[in-house]
Protein backbone atom coordinates (compact mmCIF):
# COMPACT_ATOMS: atom_id res chain seq x y z
CA UNK A 1 0.00 0.00 0.00
CA UNK A 2 1.29 3.27 -1.02
CA UNK A 3 2.47 5.41 2.15
CA UNK A 4 0.56 8.34 3.85
CA UNK A 5 1.53 11.53 3.64
CA UNK A 6 1.14 11.81 7.42
CA UNK A 7 4.00 9.11 8.16
CA UNK A 8 7.87 10.40 8.95
CA UNK A 9 8.66 11.08 5.42
CA UNK A 10 12.47 11.85 6.43
CA UNK A 11 12.68 7.24 6.99
CA UNK A 12 11.30 6.81 3.59
CA UNK A 13 14.80 5.19 1.69
CA UNK A 14 15.40 6.96 -1.63
CA UNK A 15 18.17 7.13 -3.81
CA UNK A 16 19.38 10.19 -2.05
CA UNK A 17 18.60 9.13 0.87
CA UNK A 18 21.20 11.29 2.30
CA UNK A 19 19.04 14.77 1.72
CA UNK A 20 20.39 16.66 4.25
CA UNK A 21 19.02 19.61 6.24
CA UNK A 22 18.54 22.85 4.41
CA UNK A 23 19.39 26.78 5.60
CA UNK A 24 15.91 28.99 4.85
CA UNK A 25 18.43 31.24 2.64
CA UNK A 26 19.45 28.44 -0.16
CA UNK A 27 18.76 28.31 -3.26
CA UNK A 28 17.34 31.50 -5.54
CA UNK A 29 13.81 33.50 -4.96
CA UNK A 30 12.61 36.88 -6.31
CA UNK A 31 10.48 39.35 -4.98
CA UNK A 32 7.39 39.57 -7.12
CA UNK A 33 8.24 36.90 -9.46
CA UNK A 34 7.83 33.39 -9.37
CA UNK A 35 11.06 31.36 -9.77
CA UNK A 36 11.09 27.80 -10.92
CA UNK A 37 12.89 25.03 -12.48
CA UNK A 38 16.90 25.81 -11.92
CA UNK A 39 19.44 24.58 -13.48
CA UNK A 40 23.09 25.28 -12.23
CA UNK A 41 26.93 25.31 -14.23
CA UNK A 42 30.03 25.57 -12.45
CA UNK A 43 32.45 28.11 -13.71
CA UNK A 44 35.33 29.04 -12.09
CA UNK A 45 34.45 29.61 -8.44
CA UNK A 46 31.25 30.94 -9.50
CA UNK A 47 27.77 28.65 -9.78
CA UNK A 48 25.95 30.02 -12.15
CA UNK A 49 21.81 29.10 -11.98
CA UNK A 50 19.73 29.74 -14.85
CA UNK A 51 15.63 29.66 -13.82
CA UNK A 52 12.48 30.62 -15.45
CA UNK A 53 10.33 33.79 -13.82
CA UNK A 54 7.39 35.42 -14.78
CA UNK A 55 5.39 38.41 -12.48
CA UNK A 56 3.23 36.49 -9.89
CA UNK A 57 0.02 38.29 -10.66
CA UNK A 58 0.17 36.45 -13.96
CA UNK A 59 -0.91 33.45 -11.34
CA UNK A 60 0.68 30.28 -11.25
CA UNK A 61 1.70 27.72 -12.92
CA UNK A 62 -0.47 29.31 -15.83
CA UNK A 63 1.30 32.45 -15.94
CA UNK A 64 4.70 30.88 -17.53
CA UNK A 65 2.61 30.15 -20.56
CA UNK A 66 2.55 34.09 -21.79
CA UNK A 67 5.10 35.34 -19.32
CA UNK A 68 7.87 33.45 -18.64
CA UNK A 69 11.51 34.52 -19.26
CA UNK A 70 15.01 32.76 -18.28
CA UNK A 71 17.02 34.62 -16.15
CA UNK A 72 20.84 33.89 -14.65
CA UNK A 73 21.48 34.17 -11.19
CA UNK A 74 25.53 33.56 -9.53
CA UNK A 75 26.71 32.29 -5.99
CA UNK A 76 29.49 31.59 -4.47
CA UNK A 77 28.10 28.15 -2.88
CA UNK A 78 26.06 25.80 -5.02
CA UNK A 79 23.43 26.04 -2.12
CA UNK A 80 22.95 30.04 -2.33
CA UNK A 81 21.89 31.96 -1.85
CA UNK A 82 21.93 33.20 -5.60
CA UNK A 83 21.77 36.57 -6.49
CA UNK A 84 19.75 37.87 -10.10
CA UNK A 85 22.29 38.73 -12.40
CA UNK A 86 20.45 39.16 -15.69
CA UNK A 87 17.57 38.31 -17.81
CA UNK A 88 19.18 35.88 -20.73
CA UNK A 89 16.01 34.52 -22.83
CA UNK A 90 12.80 36.25 -23.51
CA UNK A 91 9.93 36.12 -25.76
CA UNK A 92 11.60 36.62 -28.79
CA UNK A 93 9.93 39.47 -31.80
CA UNK A 94 8.78 38.18 -34.80
CA UNK A 95 7.30 34.80 -35.37
CA UNK A 96 9.44 32.22 -34.11
CA UNK A 97 8.74 29.25 -32.15
CA UNK A 98 9.72 31.09 -28.91
CA UNK A 99 7.82 34.86 -29.09
CA UNK A 100 5.44 33.63 -26.96
CA UNK A 101 7.64 33.08 -24.21
CA UNK A 102 10.85 30.86 -22.74
CA UNK A 103 11.06 28.32 -19.96
CA UNK A 104 12.05 25.11 -18.61
CA UNK A 105 15.96 25.99 -19.30
CA UNK A 106 18.35 23.42 -18.63
CA UNK A 107 22.06 24.80 -18.69
CA UNK A 108 25.03 22.23 -20.31
CA UNK A 109 28.94 22.85 -20.72
CA UNK A 110 29.76 21.43 -24.06
CA UNK A 111 33.59 21.82 -25.13
CA UNK A 112 34.10 25.25 -25.27
CA UNK A 113 30.70 26.51 -25.68
CA UNK A 114 27.83 26.78 -23.38
CA UNK A 115 24.26 25.08 -24.20
CA UNK A 116 20.75 26.34 -22.95
CA UNK A 117 17.76 24.35 -23.95
CA UNK A 118 14.79 25.51 -23.17
CA UNK A 119 10.60 25.30 -24.40
CA UNK A 120 9.18 28.24 -26.41
CA UNK A 121 6.08 29.20 -28.01
CA UNK A 122 4.83 30.98 -30.71
CA UNK A 123 2.59 33.54 -31.04
CA UNK A 124 -1.38 32.62 -31.06
CA UNK A 125 -0.78 28.99 -30.38
CA UNK A 126 -0.65 26.88 -26.67
CA UNK A 127 1.88 24.82 -28.51
CA UNK A 128 4.81 24.43 -26.46
CA UNK A 129 8.36 23.80 -28.28
CA UNK A 130 12.40 23.02 -27.58
CA UNK A 131 15.16 24.64 -28.41
CA UNK A 132 18.67 25.94 -27.27
CA UNK A 133 20.72 29.17 -27.35
CA UNK A 134 24.38 28.55 -27.48
CA UNK A 135 27.40 31.20 -26.24
CA UNK A 136 31.20 31.08 -26.08
CA UNK A 137 30.59 32.70 -22.39
CA UNK A 138 27.95 32.01 -19.18
CA UNK A 139 27.23 35.81 -19.67
CA UNK A 140 26.61 35.33 -23.53
CA UNK A 141 26.02 36.70 -25.78
CA UNK A 142 23.39 34.01 -27.00
CA UNK A 143 22.85 33.05 -30.22
CA UNK A 144 19.01 31.38 -30.33
CA UNK A 145 18.33 28.76 -32.48
CA UNK A 146 16.05 29.64 -35.19
CA UNK A 147 13.79 26.16 -35.84
CA UNK A 148 12.39 24.27 -33.41
CA UNK A 149 13.65 20.83 -32.44
CA UNK A 150 11.13 18.30 -34.65
CA UNK A 151 10.27 16.35 -31.58
CA UNK A 152 6.46 16.31 -31.40
CA UNK A 153 3.67 18.32 -31.84
CA UNK A 154 3.86 19.43 -28.49
CA UNK A 155 7.56 19.06 -26.93
CA UNK A 156 8.28 20.00 -23.11
CA UNK A 157 10.61 19.27 -20.42
CA UNK A 158 13.90 18.81 -22.42
CA UNK A 159 16.74 17.00 -20.71
CA UNK A 160 20.23 16.54 -22.08
CA UNK A 161 22.95 14.22 -21.57
CA UNK A 162 26.13 14.39 -23.31
CA UNK A 163 28.47 11.98 -24.49
CA UNK A 164 31.97 12.03 -24.26
CA UNK A 165 32.29 12.96 -28.35
CA UNK A 166 29.79 15.37 -28.47
CA UNK A 167 26.57 13.48 -29.08
CA UNK A 168 23.62 14.14 -27.51
CA UNK A 169 20.62 12.38 -26.22
CA UNK A 170 17.23 14.42 -24.99
CA UNK A 171 14.60 13.09 -23.02
CA UNK A 172 11.28 15.34 -23.78
CA UNK A 173 7.66 14.40 -23.31
CA UNK A 174 4.78 15.76 -25.16
CA UNK A 175 0.94 17.20 -23.94
CA UNK A 176 0.00 13.59 -23.07
CA UNK A 177 3.08 13.16 -20.33
CA UNK A 178 4.48 10.48 -22.82
CA UNK A 179 7.97 10.65 -22.61
CA UNK A 180 10.38 9.81 -25.38
CA UNK A 181 14.11 10.02 -26.51
CA UNK A 182 15.84 11.97 -29.15
CA UNK A 183 19.57 11.63 -30.18
CA UNK A 184 21.61 14.14 -32.70
CA UNK A 185 25.56 13.94 -33.46
CA UNK A 186 25.62 17.27 -31.65
CA UNK A 187 23.88 19.42 -29.63
CA UNK A 188 22.86 21.18 -33.20
CA UNK A 189 21.62 18.58 -34.63
CA UNK A 190 20.28 16.67 -36.77
CA UNK A 191 17.62 14.95 -34.24
CA UNK A 192 15.79 11.66 -34.42
CA UNK A 193 13.30 10.69 -31.89
CA UNK A 194 14.20 6.78 -31.31
CA UNK A 195 11.98 6.11 -28.49
CA UNK A 196 8.56 7.60 -28.19
CA UNK A 197 6.46 6.21 -24.75
CA UNK A 198 9.41 4.70 -22.74
CA UNK A 199 7.25 3.70 -20.05
CA UNK A 200 4.15 3.07 -22.02
CA UNK A 201 1.23 3.95 -19.62
CA UNK A 202 2.71 5.90 -17.32
CA UNK A 203 2.42 9.57 -17.12
CA UNK A 204 5.62 11.20 -16.43
CA UNK A 205 7.46 14.93 -16.57
CA UNK A 206 9.89 16.71 -15.52
CA UNK A 207 13.21 14.53 -16.62
CA UNK A 208 16.87 14.99 -15.54
CA UNK A 209 18.77 12.52 -17.95
CA UNK A 210 22.49 11.67 -16.97
CA UNK A 211 25.37 8.76 -17.86
CA UNK A 212 27.08 7.25 -14.43
CA UNK A 213 28.19 4.16 -13.74
CA UNK A 214 27.79 2.34 -17.10
CA UNK A 215 23.62 3.30 -16.79
CA UNK A 216 21.79 5.77 -18.13
CA UNK A 217 19.70 7.89 -15.56
CA UNK A 218 15.89 9.91 -15.50
CA UNK A 219 15.11 11.27 -12.43
CA UNK A 220 11.40 12.71 -13.05
CA UNK A 221 8.48 13.35 -11.58
CA UNK A 222 5.49 10.47 -11.23
CA UNK A 223 2.38 12.91 -12.11
CA UNK A 224 0.50 10.45 -11.59
CA UNK A 225 1.46 7.99 -9.31
CA UNK A 226 1.97 5.22 -11.17
CA UNK A 227 5.25 4.35 -9.99
CA UNK A 228 6.05 5.70 -6.09
CA UNK A 229 2.55 5.33 -5.40
CA UNK A 230 2.61 9.14 -4.44
CA UNK A 231 1.32 11.89 -7.13
CA UNK A 232 4.48 14.07 -7.89
CA UNK A 233 7.11 12.68 -5.97
CA UNK A 234 10.50 12.16 -7.69
CA UNK A 235 11.07 8.70 -9.12
CA UNK A 236 14.44 6.96 -10.28
CA UNK A 237 14.43 5.23 -14.08
CA UNK A 238 17.32 3.16 -15.73
CA UNK A 239 18.51 1.70 -18.78
CA UNK A 240 21.76 0.36 -20.29
CA UNK A 241 21.54 2.28 -23.24
CA UNK A 242 19.60 5.39 -22.99
CA UNK A 243 16.60 4.64 -25.11
CA UNK A 244 15.27 1.58 -24.78
CA UNK A 245 14.04 -0.90 -22.07
CA UNK A 246 14.04 1.83 -19.29
CA UNK A 247 12.57 0.78 -15.67
CA UNK A 248 12.36 1.68 -12.08
CA UNK A 249 15.51 1.74 -10.18
CA UNK A 250 15.09 -0.83 -6.79
CA UNK A 251 15.53 2.38 -5.17
CA UNK A 252 13.02 4.06 -7.08
CA UNK A 253 12.15 7.20 -4.87
CA UNK A 254 14.21 10.29 -5.40
CA UNK A 255 12.19 13.04 -3.13
CA UNK A 256 9.19 13.06 -1.33
CA UNK A 257 7.40 17.04 -1.09
CA UNK A 258 9.02 17.45 2.79
CA UNK A 259 11.64 19.59 3.52
CA UNK A 260 13.70 19.35 6.42
CA UNK A 261 15.54 22.35 7.44
CA UNK A 262 18.59 23.27 9.30
CA UNK A 263 16.75 24.37 12.67
CA UNK A 264 15.27 21.04 12.64
CA UNK A 265 11.38 22.17 11.11
CA UNK A 266 10.33 20.65 8.54
CA UNK A 267 7.51 22.15 5.66
CA UNK A 268 5.51 20.06 2.90
CA UNK A 269 5.61 21.40 -0.11
CA UNK A 270 2.33 21.68 -2.23
CA UNK A 271 4.80 21.12 -5.42
CA UNK A 272 8.20 20.12 -5.87
CA UNK A 273 9.06 19.62 -9.48
CA UNK A 274 11.72 20.02 -12.00
CA UNK A 275 14.49 17.67 -10.67
CA UNK A 276 18.00 19.01 -11.75
CA UNK A 277 21.50 18.03 -10.56
CA UNK A 278 24.80 19.52 -9.83
CA UNK A 279 27.86 17.41 -9.76
CA UNK A 280 31.06 18.49 -8.02
CA UNK A 281 34.80 18.10 -9.51
CA UNK A 282 35.15 14.53 -9.18
CA UNK A 283 31.80 14.15 -11.64
CA UNK A 284 30.03 12.97 -8.17
CA UNK A 285 26.60 13.93 -7.36
CA UNK A 286 26.81 16.96 -4.99
CA UNK A 287 23.17 18.82 -4.99
CA UNK A 288 19.55 18.48 -5.70
CA UNK A 289 17.26 21.53 -7.69
CA UNK A 290 14.04 21.71 -7.22
CA UNK A 291 11.12 24.18 -8.31
CA UNK A 292 8.88 24.46 -4.88
CA UNK A 293 5.54 25.61 -4.06
CA UNK A 294 5.24 26.43 -0.89
CA UNK A 295 1.85 28.94 0.24
CA UNK A 296 1.54 30.60 -2.59
CA UNK A 297 5.43 31.30 -3.35
CA UNK A 298 7.75 29.39 -5.08
CA UNK A 299 11.54 29.39 -5.65
CA UNK A 300 14.45 27.18 -6.56
CA UNK A 301 15.12 24.89 -3.80
CA UNK A 302 19.19 23.60 -3.47
CA UNK A 303 19.71 20.73 -1.27
CA UNK A 304 23.17 18.99 -0.41
CA UNK A 305 22.79 15.12 -1.38
CA UNK A 306 25.48 12.29 0.30
Not at 93 to 101: A, I, K, L
Not at 150 to 165: I, K, Y
Request: charged fraction near 25%; aromatic fraction near 12%.
Amino acid sequence: MPRSLDENLQEVETLFSGLTPIPKDSGFRMDGYFVWGGSVVKVGSTYHMFASRWPEETKFPQGYMTHSEIVRAESDSPIGPYVFREVVIHAREGDYWDSRMAHNPTIHKVGDEYVLFYIGGPKDSRLRKVGYAAASAVEGPWKRVEEALPLSEDANNPAACFEADGAVKLAFRDRELNMGIAVAPRYDGPYQVCDFGITPGIKLEDPYLYHKDGLYHIICEDNRSHVSGHERWGIHLISEDGIHNWRADDLVEVYTHTILWEDNTQSVMERRERPQLIFDDEGEISHLCTGVLYKGKTWCLVQPVK
